[in-house]
């Protein structure tokens, strides 16, 4: 039974820099994913990570834009948190090794992205997750001695005490099947987004909401399930992302006609209005006729120079040529709205801490909330960094002050069985699990998107809930224990059916249209019922749900104007 | 929609079976991926089927495999183009894949029926399928670089100030995602499954290259000093094909071995001596003296000075045999017009020609460093636009 005071489940950027913070505090340090971490999915923020680091910003102005991007759903102590460490932590992150770009006199240089009323995104090139992540995967490397590192490892479930505090994990280890019990005297969740849920999505096949499903099981509180974002720059059908860093750097967006329609939506920001705003304004030009007929409309990129777009866009250049054929250098691309990031999540205070003792979340698989019902492009990456960090160090207070407890028994044996039986199941008792992820992904995607109103989210439920029964009997063609992807696909499968659930309760119950969640039967924000956020609890037959406040510090909510 | 083959080479640990092909039928655009039609495969036939993948748009780096013979990413691989290349490599006559639209036009040499061949990866224990075990190989050489900055002393209060070009310099190597394909296309390592290898390198470079690592020094001497260091690279440009984020790894060694050079470290191989050999008598001649190149390439300069090193005259004499069988295969001159001080002037000015495409040469240097440059061919990029750095040799 591997034992560590810390234990961090995800190894993406929230997931190692906890697993560091942890360690620099001396305690020992355990990080579990299932995947090797250079392939989380923090490699594909592309654009950068705000910062009021240069003369004349603040992190006050960083803060309001934030405020304001998330259409004041965001709790405002912890974005204040945020954007005040902000520029340390890009600093530190500078001196571990991070090749940000460079301005003319070698010192750091931005760039402009959306929502934010000053150029405060640090970044390289286009690849400035990947660039970070791979930074702190080499800090992981050079402190192997105080951070264990398990890799290609799948959890399947928290392990409580008989107090109710969590106190583990039960994991399998993806390479030979066998299953272990983790203890630790805190958890971390840092599992990432539940993208998956919905076909297509920006997010990789990983993103499959496995912490917020683990959370939920064991009883945490989850909060704005409802807000999921819809990036504006995504490919038709596969739906890879194109970066905001393309509009930052002063692209266009085009309808059929030719005509640069954000002039209609947002007469001062344009294409760099917040992202609800501009996916709103394509779909409203999509479904009103002036899109193109493969429901897209066109992002040019040739207004860019040239030497700036290899320089600063070179992985867009690969995407467009590698998965679309088209050279953005020479013609617009075209692209739609498409599901990229999960806004809510498991409830968190500002360290970081659920309310479940022991159990911590961090990152997109947290809700603090920073980002409430609309995240700024370039505040991702900041959100895992900076909370990730007071979630490790946290947590390792709390393993230095605890004695530790042990799990209540026949968890282990419990997840053991389960998964026998997904083996057990014969071929043709049931769907393939394929087979109800797509199911799945095409009806949130219909009807949990942009536009969404009261018949349509209770349809989406409707199904979630047939196919919650249809996946106890989806069977699994491979028996084996050696890299079981088949068995694993099944507990994913289970895990995106419940996010997918809370997501639909909670986007009945908001009747309102704030951020992310815009319901034609309710078109406005309604502050005086709605300035709150919902709260969701397992109960006996679903997610139960309650309210709780947004926390207001200095910016009283106003009308939102791009 | 077209119907595609893909023949997979199995293994399933647990069977005690050797490995095996198997072919599978998908049904996809040609413009959607070889991992879309594994990931079809999969779903719709077997799900044992064994694959590492989870961006699908080469970020994440998982799906390292070979792909008709050739180390590449399945996610950044068209069906359309492999079954093309899968037909000019069987190089049968044969129809459209089944299903393709009307206007199917397949290239000129294209057509056939062969399949898309899919294999694990190459220098890897294989785990299971298309799986392969890269911690015992890939991870255990990157962490052989020592692959984190070493800077000397406390950091700044703010930013380590630094030059521009060298963030972007170092860029293109930081732009690798470690999915293995270049390890598995080294030619090198096949022959010396100690070297350190491509990605491992190119990642050293990334420090070397770094003006806030201290240590630059130290990284040399180490690199260059491991007979499985810098100088077992035999320059074969497999791993430049192979990579899919344009890393170039083979580039990167060549910078560590100039810069090693510059450091004044000496290549076991004599390679940077023989280039320099070569590059100054074309300077001075304008052909090749084969009487010199042996000696100007051990102990340069030693003409009139006498005074060769121990390991110039070790050189030379260990090199005699091959000069003997070039000149008795031809491939270098007879005895006689070997003798050295004979060799012919170019005509007329000619030489003078060669000195200016030197001159030229020299104010242009450049690197290929794609976020500087751009594509190979980008006219409105070319060469007009300066760097500080050189191609390397």
């Not at chain 1, 205070?349 to 019902?373: F, N």
């Not at chain 1, 968890?411 to 049931?430: M, N, Y």
């Not at chain 1, 979630?464 to 050696?482: F, H, M, P, Q, W």
């Not at chain 2, 001649?285 to 100007?296: P, R, S, V, Y």
Request: charged share 25%; glycine share 10%.
């Amino acid at each position: 039974m591997p034992t560590h005071d810390v234990l961090v489940i995800g190894a993406g950027l929230a997931g190692q820099r906890a697993a560091l913070a942890a360690a620099e505090q001396g305690v020992s340090v355990g990080i579990l994913s299932k995947v090797h971490p250079v392939r989380s999915h923090s490699n594909a923020a592309q654009g950068g990570i705000n910062a009021a680091l240069n003369p004349g910003d603040s992190w006050e102005s960083h803060a309001f834009d934030t405020v304001k991007g998330s259409d004041y759903l965001g709790d405002q102590d912890a974005i204040e948190i945020m954007t005040r460490e902000a520029p340390e932590e890009i600093l530190h992150l500078e001196h571990l090794g991070v090749t940000f770009h460079r301005n003319e006199e070698g010192r750091l240089g931005t760039r402009a992205f959306g929502g934010a009323s000053a150029a405060r995104t640090y970044y390289v090139a286009d690849i400035t997750g990947q660039a970070i992540m791979h930074v702190l995967y080499e800090q992981l490397m050079k402190h192997s001695e105080t951070v264990a590192r398990y890799e290609e490892w799948f959890c399947t479930a928290l392990a409580m005490d008989e107090q109710g505090e969590c106190c583990g994990v039960v994991t399998r280890n993806i390479a030979d099947g066998s299953m272990q019990l983790f203890t630790a005297k805190a958890v971390i969740l840092a599992s990432g987004g539940n993208g998956q849920v919905w076909q297509p999505t920006t997010n990789a096949l990983i993103c499959t909401g496995d912490g917020i499903a683990m959370a939920y099981r064991v009883g945490a509180k989850l909060m704005d399930m409802e807000m999921i974002q819809y990036h504006p720059t995504t490919l038709a059908g596969k739906g890879f992302l194109i970066t905001e860093g393309a509009r930052g750097e002063g692209a266009h967006l085009l309808n059929a006609k030719g005509e640069r329609f954000m002039e209609r939506y947002a007469p001062n920001k344009l294409e760099l209005a917040s992202r609800d705003v501009v996916s709103r304004a394509e779909q409203t030009e999509i479904d009103e006729g002036r899109g193109f007929p493969d429901g897209t409309v066109a992002l040019d990129i040739t207004v860019v120079p040239k030497k700036r777009v290899h320089e600063a866009l070179r992985e867009i250049v690969l995407v467009g040529r590698d998965f679309a054929g088209v050279d953005i250098t020479r013609e617009p691309i075209r692209i739609k709205p498409g599901n990229h990031y999960t806004m809510g999540g498991i409830k968190t205070d500002v360290e970081g801490r659920t309310d479940i003792p022991g159990l911590y979340a961090a990152g997109e698989v947290a809700c603090v909330s920073v980002h409430g019902g609309n995240r700024l492009g370039a505040n991702s990456l900041l959100d895992t960094l900076i909370f990730g960090r007071r979630s490790g160090a946290d947590a390792a207070a709390r393993a230095k002050r605890i004695e530790g407890s042990r799990p209540a028994p026949g968890v282990l044996e419990a997840e053991e069985a389960s998964i026998d039986a997904i083996v057990a199941r014969e071929k043709g008792s049931g769907r393939r699990v394929s087979e109800i992820k797509r199911e799945l992904g095409e009806t949130m995607d219909k009807h949990v998107a942009v536009f969404r109103e009261e018949a349509g989210i209770q349809e989406a439920l409707e199904t979630v809930r047939r196919l919650k029964e249809e996946a106890k009997s989806a069977y699994v063609d491979d028996k084996g224990s050696v890299f079981n992807q088949d068995v694993l696909a099944a507990i994913e499968l289970g895990y995106m059916l419940d996010n997918a659930e809370c997501t639909c309760v909670a986007a009945l119950e908001r009747k309102e249209s704030r951020g992310a969640q815009y319901r034609t039967d309710f078109p406005e924000r309604n502050d005086a019922e709605w300035l709150k956020h919902i709260d969701l609890q397992r109960g006996d037959d679903g997610p139960e749900l309650s309210y709780s406040e947004v926390t207001i510090t200095q910016w009283e909510p106003e009308e939102r104007k791009y | 929609m077209a119907t595609y083959t893909l023949k997979v080479r199995r293994f399933q640990p647990e069977s005690g079976e050797a490995p095996y092909w198997e072919e599978f039928d998908v049904d996809l655009d040609p413009s959607l991926s070889v991992l879309d039609g594994i990931l079809q495969a999969k779903d719709r036939d077997d799900g044992s089927l064994a694959v590492r993948c989870s961006c699908r748009a080469a970020i994440c780096g998982s799906c390292g495999m070979k792909v008709n013979g050739s180390s590449t990413l399945a996610c950044k691989t068209q069906l359309g183009e492999a079954h093309e290349a899968a037909n000019r490599r069987g190089g049968a006559e044969a129809p459209p894949p089944r299903g393709a639209d009307e206007e199917y036009e397949p290239e000129p040499s294209a057509g056939g029926v062969n399949p898309i061949v899919v294999e694990p990866m190459g220098n890897m224990p294989v785990i299971k399928d298309l799986i392969v075990d890269m911690e015992s190989t890939h991870w255990e050489k990157i962490r052989r670089v020592t692959p984190w900055l070493l800077p000397h002393g406390e950091p700044p209060e703010r930013e380590y100030v630094v030059d521009p070009e060298s963030m972007i310099d170092i860029t293109q190597s930081m732009a690798c995602i470690q999915c293995g394909a270049c390890v598995s296309s080294c030619l090198s390592m096949e022959a010396d499954p100690d070297f350190i290898g491509p990605a491992a390198l190119a990642k050293a470079y990334r420090f070397v290259g770094d003006p806030r690592d201290a240590e630059t020094k130290e990284r040399l001497h180490d690199l260059a000093e491991d007979p499985h260091g810098i100088y077992d690279c035999t320059h074969c440009f497999s791993c430049i094909d192979a990579c899919p984020k344009d890393v170039a790894p083979m580039d990167q060694i060549m910078r560590l071995r100039r810069k090693a050079g510059e450091e004044g470290i000496e290549d076991p191989n004599n390679g940077h001596n023989h280039v320099n050999a070569f590059v100054k008598m074309i300077e001075k001649k304008g052909t090749n003296d084969e009487a010199l190149l042996i000696q100007e390439s051990y102990a340069p300069g030693i003409k009139g000075k006498l005074k060769p090193s121990k390991g110039a005259i070790k050189g030379l004499a260990e090199s005699l045999p091959t000069v003997l069988r070039a000149i008795k295969t031809g491939k270098a001159r007879s005895l006689p017009k070997l003798i050295p001080g004979i060799h012919p002037k170019l005509p007329g000015g000619a030489q003078d020609e060669v000195k200016a495409i030197y001159a030229h040469a020299e104010e242009h240097r450049e690197e290929l460093n794609l976020y500087i440059k751009g594509e190979e061919g980008d006219e409105e990029l070319g060469a007009s636009e300066e760097t500080t750095e050189e191609r390397p040799q």
